[in-house]
């Protein structure tokens, strides 16, 4: 099982790079997540449900190793196996 994780890992993180680059923000990441960009900013200003972020002046970008990391984690929680 760990081996397939580590694929996926793998095969998310690739798509998301070549589609969007090492960095993404907020508008690409919510729509990465199925939730809209409040939804996120929400989430993000209260620290909660949100992957991590780099934040530079006004400027929120996500990186995208973070973001993969998150669904992967937000789907481990959500699969209940026996």
Request: proline residues 2%.
């Amino acid at each position: 099982m760990e081996n397939f994780n580590e694929q996926l890992f793998n095969t998310m993180l690739v798509t998301l790079i070549q589609k969007y680059g090492l960095f993404i923000n907020t508008k690409n990441c919510a729509t990465i997540l199925g939730i809209s960009g409040r939804t996120l900013d929400e989430r993000r200003k209260a620290a909660i449900d949100c992957p991590e972020y780099i934040e530079e002046k006004k400027c929120i970008m996500y990186p995208v190793q973070k973001i993969v990391e998150y669904q992967i984690n937000k789907t481990k929680n959500s699969i209940k196996t026996k």
